[in-house]
Each structure stands twice: as structure tokens, then as C-alpha cells.
């Protein structure tokens, strides 16, 4: 079982700016969103960070919504909940292929997503994961989120160096004009 195991686990990032999440959850199983909910918020908060929170019906419109947000907002990186336990039917796949595929598909593009949607066999095995005394993958998702903000800041604005620049973008890049020889 995977709560006898330990995990190396990053420490947590430092920001010299504020960090807004968006939590986006699906509470189909309300009991085990507001775990994840609880988990993500405690993480955000550790880290200095603000957060807001929105609902969708379901895990495939979780991604949606962050979409939505991306577009029409200013969050600097999200975090994904929700919970897909395993029924009867292929259903079960399909919302965990492709609600996972469009989250990682958007981090592809560069969005900060911690995805904390748990794809499970049965309630006892989302419960544990959700539990934030346990596994808390609601904080986890919200770490991942963090840390890939943190990348994103660090590497903010770096350049590559790849071609030829004029000797007036060398100079403002460089950030010195006092003692540049006049052309």
C-alpha cells in the first residue's frame, strides 16, 4: 500500500511576489473534493500564496474551466481536483484519458497545473489518497502548481542567445549605456 511508503517530497517554494491560484474541483464526491479542497488551500496559504475557487460538474469540465480562465483572468497557475472512481463501464477511462490529457496538454503550452484529480478503483482508495492527514493529494497538486509557478518566474523574460542581435539590443540588454562607445 502506498501510505507505507515514503516519498521524497521538494521544499516548498519561496516567492519575493504574491501567487494567486485557481482551484478549479469537480464535488461529484463532495465529501472527498472538500478533502482535496482543504489540502490545496493549507498548501496555497503555507506558501505566502492567495486562492480562489470555482466548481464544475464533473472532472472533464475541470480542464475547461481552467482554460476559461487562462483566457479571461490573471492566475498565475491552477490546480486541478476532483475524483473518478471506477464503475461498470468504460466511462471510467474515458474521463480519466481525456480530463488528464487536456491538463497536460494546457502545461505543454505552458500553464502552471498541479493536476490532483485521483483516478481510482473504489471509494476507500480515494478516501486515503484525499485524507489530508494521509496522502493529501489536494495538497500535492497544489505543490506542483507552486513549484511550476516558481519555474516559470525563474525562467521569466531569459533568452536563449540563439542568432544575431544588434549592437543597440546587446546594449539594452546588458542594462549599461554609460561607458558603450557611440556608433
Sequence with gaps: MATAEKHYVLDRPKFDKPVKL??????????????????????????GGT???????????????????DRLSNFDGYVALGCVIRGETTHYETVCNDSSRAIQMMGLQGL??????????????????????????????????????ALSRKWAGASKGVGFKSISDAIKLAGDTKDTPKA
Design 22 to 47: 485557481l482551484i478549479v474541483v469537480a464535488p461529484y464526491y463532495k465529501d472527498i473534493a472538500d478533502n482535496l479542497v482543504a489540502g490545496a488551500k493549507a498548501e496555497i496559504e503555507a506558501a
Design 112 to 149: 502552471c497545473i498541479g493536476n490532483g484529480i485521483l483516478t481510482v478503483e473504489n471509494r476507500k482508495q480515494a478516501e486515503m489518497r484525499a485524507d489530508t492527514k494521509d496522502q493529501n493529494k489536494g495538497g500535492g497538486a497544489a505543490a506542483a502548481a507552486l513549484h511550476l509557478v
Design 51 to 69: 486562492w480562489d475557487l470555482v466548481e464544475v460538474p464533473g472532472a472533464l469540465e475541470v480542464p475547461t474551466a481552467i482554460a476559461m480562465a
